[in-house]
């Protein structure tokens, strides 16, 4: 993309900065949990009507949102962007935090929204020199429920069929206004992990007549640690990590039942199988000869690995280079534990791949990580980039992918 053409795009965005930061702050102070986005959905439609969007669809995918700026050819692109938040009760003393208890934005979905928003906008407006179309996805329920999928399945990737995808997500660890870029392997492959440890109740001052099923849970947890640390080969990517432990109904009884659940995170086969294996066979042996017995479910249905197709990326770079410099474009060395169901627009054909949007900035103090209760951003600053990016990337796909 030529440089002056991608300062025109970023001078038009800095001009929506108003609306930006109107949008996301809206969004930051009512959010909603996973596929339950209705209000949010009503949102987006409201605000697309607005700008001119001529096709707008509403319940795709559950409550997910599509819009269409139709070009001067057949061909067609997508940009994506979700919209659900975190149970979460944000503590930041601002004035648009969260007004529903016990839940926010706390991922920057709220920012996504706002910065795709902004590129349908710019989009729109260049609508007779736009060299095709470009499908705008706003995706319900990404944080677990897999929301790309119920897209998926009500043919958002077809009718107009998208030659690639792109999408962008804010990120604490780049610095503010840069942009971070990866290529192949970005996110992790995502399982859910319960385990049941059975043991047998009696008074706590007689744990002898009984089997401490918490004490058991807690060694088995060293265990599996342990196991990762010194069984599996350092060099792979995995890891398990258990955010909900219950048991117990009083201080004086042993628990006769501990229920623990988390997750396992993979990018090699070999670490991943090595975990399975160590969970539902080998940890058994370990709780068995404590007394007690061990249920465990892994939930195959998890998140796959996000894998950026690299000619995608190499649009998203040229774009960024021309847009904010050389200087501001980064290198991601490593992937993400973390899941990403955006996956799931590559699994199924799409030239697919994700960029970063810096948002660090410690002289403003924006430091706190995403799923943190005080994570924050100086949208005034990132949010137009973003904006511009996702309506740059769409152009250039459109002329190269």
Known sequence: MKRDTASRMLARARRLRAKLVGWRRHLHMYPE??????????????????????????????????????????????????????????????PYRSRRAGLMHGCGHDAHVACLLGA???????????????????????????????????????RPKLRAIAALHVAMDTEAGKIGIRRGYDT??????????????????????????????????????QFIARHTNLVDRKLVTFGVIRGGTRANVLADKVEVVGTIRSLEPEGR????????????????????????????????????????VDVVEETARAMVGGGNVAEVAQPNLGGEDFAYFGLAGVPAAMFRLGIRDERKGFTSAGHSSTFDMDDRRVLPIGAAMLAAVAVRMLEGV
């Open 273 to 312: 199988a090595a975990i399975t294996k160590f969970l539902t066979r080998d940890l058994r042996k370990l709780v068995g000869a404590m007394g007690a017995r061990l249920w465990v479910r892994i939930e195959k249905d998890g998140y796959p690995p996000l894998v950026n197709d690299d000619r995608v």
């Open 120 to 158: 349908a906008a710019i989009l729109h407006e260049m609508r007779d020199r736009l060299p095709g179309g470009v499908k705008l996805v706003f995706q319900p329920g990404e944080e677990g429920a897999g929301g790309a999928r119920y897209m998926i399945e009500d043919g958002v990737l077809a």
């Open 33 to 94: 949990p996973s596929m339950e986005e209705h209000e949010t959905a009503a949102f987006v439609v409201e605000r697309l009507r607005e700008i001119g969007v001529e096709k707008v669809m509403p319940g795709v995918g559950k409550t997910g949102v599509v819009g269409l700026v139709r070009g001067q050819r057949s061909k067609t692109v997508g940009l994506r962007a979700d919209m659900d938040a975190l149970e979460l009760e944000e503590e930041s003393n601002v």
């Open 188 to 225: 992790a492959q995502t399982e859910d992990v319960r385990m049941v440890v059975r043991g047998k109740a009696a008074h706590a001052a007689r744990p002898d007549q009984g089997v401490d099923s918490i004490a058991v849970a807690s060694q088995a947890l060293v265990a599996v640690q």
